[in-house]
């Protein structure tokens, strides 16, 4: 049988004939509606030449490669110690999950390809152990073939602050892999594995993605094979994992996609997916968070007023993050001590979140459940519950719990279940602020993801951000049991514009955490203006981390005009589309987000650094429709953008009316702005009269 599942533009055949694991045949652009004897004609005709010194049969490149058929290529999946290569089973198809299952010696695999409404590929396999003894699986992932004009890759590297930067590399012969060793995705994550047309950009070119929806060590590889074809690999990173007899392992989900129209072409297909089963249904509420204001400086009488300015400027969740609980005076010690410090919260954390409720605004706390301080009573009464030993190397002066020993996640529920039942807590901010440096990192992982559903099946309305020293934890997996993503520890505006521009391929902006800090950004010292700051905070889930009592009465002015164009807009910036465009000049980043149904959007022009030209390119505005007349106008957002130049364009002045098609196809010429600055563009659909 031929499988032809076809859904939003994408089309993957599966061949599922005969004794050989069943092939994946085409992936990519819809093929149109096939009847089966033009699908018998694409599998007889996709059988390749036998070429000289090579095995004596066309080569099949099968959902589960194996050596002993003639790949040598990396393998999707590895048994130790198990030679041959696995024979087809059945094929079955329900709805659109097509599911092969094959058998090599005891392992009974089933690979399981989705193609989702938005035409998201879910692919992944589940390997059961039908024998007496154990098997050793050292690789368990998806390998998909992509085409040979797919020869340009991008995938992401990074640093503590500086997480997602992209990558370029057009490999020859042989593997491009990016591996993930740190129990967590981690600051270089490769994150998102794109392969395409040389050339490929945000809004054009034909480009196939992998992500692997893991918390865990990942890899993802490109491959050109001596033979030719290419392909893409995705899955856990894995040490060994010795499958018991009866038992099984599942691997995670490898979401892949395609596109025909450039990187945000797979933004079009993973937000409105992501959006299909978001826990998100609530209005992004703006977030003041504790950190860069206080640090570690907790009290009441410090807090108050920092209530009072944050609700005054429009604030609707204030986030009481680290310093909070029993000795923690600084980042030494106490993690693991979840109880309220009583020296500085002497009536515990009740009069704060009075205040703060008093004020309209929801609390939020800040924990790291997973980590522990040698110097704490949990490490002290239980130095037993490490992942690693006490003598290995600490990382932010702390170790690891060993999650998976059920004492030690039955402690940290009862904790944190006890806070929460106490205290009327709405949030969560869920840190992660070290690399676990052990091999096998699987079964934390899944401990975490258990803890995390017992807490929010005990505690719905809890909602909860994953944060990782900024953004070392963000995935497709831990997505679907959060609420909101920290993309970075870095509030400076010129390292957030990339960030987010890189993040927000795959994530949605409503769960893109993004605070407008202090002028000086803590993290790299650069001093940016207000303007910038706050349009670039203004695109994801908005927030303020700084100490609004030590800011001026008008940059509060300023704050409390932004917080209300927030709230203005996003239902718009949390549900459309996201559009970003390519300008030639890298000194200019543009991006925006249009409504589902075009009649309005919101544009981010921003300038990172001196422009190429006195006169940048006018602003092309992408996503529009042609014929519906929009009126564009520079948006308040509270603190003007810098520009230097004797005249700016006169349409700044009054804004203009134009149809889709000119503002998409002409543009708009930009006022000089001064390196550092954002301009924020609203783009409304004018009706006609009567
Ligand atoms: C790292 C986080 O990324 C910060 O936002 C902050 O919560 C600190 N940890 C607190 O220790």
Same mark, same amino acid.
């Given at each position: 049988m031929i499988h032809h599942l076809r859904a939003a533009g994408v089309s993957v055949v599966v061949d599922s004939r005969g004794t050989g694991v069943p092939a994946l045949l085409h992936w990519g652009r819809d093929l149109g509606d096939l009847d089966p004897a033009d699908l018998e004609a694409l599998a007889a005709s996709a059988v390749p030449a036998v070429p000289p010194s090579s095995i004596d049969q066309a080569l099949r490149l099968s959902l589960v490669p194996a050596l002993a058929d003639g790949w040598t290529g990396r393998p999707a999946i590895a048994l130790d110690g198990v030679d041959g290569a696995p024979r087809h089973v059945a094929t079955t198809r329900e709805g659109d999950v097509v599911t092969a299952v094959s058998r090599w010696a005891d392992a009974v695999i089933a690979t399981r390809i989705e193609l989702t409404p938005q035409g998201v590929v879910l692919a992944g396999h589940t390997i059961r152990n039908e024998g007496e003894e154990p098997i050793a699986v050292t690789a368990a992932a998806v390998v998909l073939p992509i085409p040979d004009r797919a020869r340009e890759v991008l995938d992401f590297s990074g640093r503590w602050s500086r997480e997602r930067q992209p990558q370029r590399v057009q490999p020859g012969d042989g593997v491009w892999l990016r591996e993930i060793r740190h129990g967590r995705g981690g600051h270089d994550d490769a994150f998102l594995m794109a392969a395409g047309a040389?050339?490929?950009?945000?809004?054009?070119?034909?480009?196939?993605?992998?992500?692997?929806?893991?918390?865990?060590?990942?890899?993802?590889?490109?491959?050109?094979?001596? #033979?030719?074809?290419?392909?893409?690999?995705?899955?856990?990173?894995?040490?060994?994992?010795?499958?018991?007899?009866?038992?099984?392992?599942?691997?995670?989900?490898v979401v892949a996609t395609w596109s025909d129209s450039g990187l945000d072409g797979l933004s079009d297909r993973l937000h409105p997916w992501i959006r299909s089963w978001s826990t998100i249904h609530s209005p992004r509420p703006l977030t003041l968070n504790t950190w860069e204001a206080v640090y570690f400086d907790h009290s009441l009488e410090r807090l108050e007023p920092l209530v009072?300015?944050?609700?005054?400027?429009?604030?609707?969740?204030?986030?009481?993050?680290?310093?909070?609980? %029993?000795?923690?005076?600084?980042?030494?010690?106490?993690?693991?001590?979840?109880?309220?410090?009583?020296?500085?919260?002497?009536?515990?954390?009740?009069?704060?979140?009075? %205040?703060?409720?008093?004020?309209?605004?929801?609390?939020? #706390?800040?924990?790291?459940?997973?980590?522990?301080?040698?110097?704490?009573? #949990?490490?002290?009464?239980?130095?037993?519950? #490490?992942?690693?030993?006490?003598?290995?190397p600490t990382w932010r002066f702390q170790h690891v719990l060993d999650l998976a020993r059920r004492e030690v996640s039955d402690h940290l529920f009862a904790r944190l279940d006890a806070l929460l039942a106490e205290y009327p807590i709405a949030y969560l901010k869920w840190d992660h602020n070290r690399d676990l440096l052990v091999d096998d990192s699987r079964r934390q992982v899944i401990a975490l993801y258990r803890l995390i559903d017992r807490l929010r099946a005990a505690h719905p309305g809890v909602e909860i951000e994953s944060c990782a020293s900024g953004g070392g934890r963000i995935d497709l997996e831990i997505l679907r049991r959060v609420d909101r993503v920290w993309a970075s520890d870095t509030n400076d505006p010129l390292e957030r514009q990339r960030i987010q521009r890189w993040t927000g391929i795959v994530i949605p902006p409503e769960y893109l955490g993004s605070h407008v800090g202090d002028a000086r950004a803590h993290t790299t010292g650069r001093v940016a203006n207000l303007g910038f700051r706050l349009a670039t905070a203004l695109f994801g889930h908005a927030g303020i981390e700084s100490d609004l009592t030590a800011v001026s009465p008008d940059d509060r002015a300023a704050l409390a005009t932004w917080s209300a164009v927030y709230r203005e807009r996003r239902g718009l910036l949390h549900s459309g589309r996201v559009v970003r465009m390519d300008a030639a000049d890298p000194a200019v980043l543009i991006h925006g987000v249009v409504a589902p149904d075009r009649r309005s959007a919101l544009f981010s022009y921003a300038v990172l650094e001196a422009t190429d030209a006195a006169l940048p390119a006018p602003l092309r505005l992408a996503g529009l429709e042609p014929a519906v007349r929009y009126r564009v106008s520079v948006v308040d957002v509270g603190a003007p953008a810098l520009s230097v130049q004797d005249t700016p364009p006169p349409w700044l002045k009054a804004g203009v009316t134009l149809p889709g098609a000119v503002l998409q196809q002409v543009g708009l010429p930009m006022p000089l702005l001064a390196p550092g600055n954002a301009l924020v563009i609203a783009v409304d659909e004018v009706r006609a009269a009567g």
């Open positions: 040389p050339g490929f950009g945000f809004g054009t070119g034909e480009v196939w993605a992998t992500h692997v929806a893991w918390s865990g060590d990942t890899g993802q590889w490109y491959e050109r094979t001596d #033979l030719g074809p290419a392909v893409l690999g995705a899955g856990e990173r894995l040490g060994v994992v010795r499958i018991a007899p009866g038992d099984e392992h599942a691997t995670p989900t009072a300015r944050a609700a005054e400027v429009g604030v609707e969740r204030f986030v009481l993050d680290d310093g909070w609980f %029993r000795g923690r005076t600084d980042d030494r010690r106490a993690l693991g001590d979840w109880v309220v410090d009583a020296e500085r919260w002497p009536d515990g954390l009740t009069p704060l979140i009075e %205040r703060v409720n008093a004020a309209g605004m929801r609390f939020g #706390l800040w924990v790291e459940p997973e980590m522990v301080s040698l110097d704490s009573d #949990l490490a002290r009464q239980h130095p037993d519950w #490490l992942l690693t030993s006490p003598a290995a």
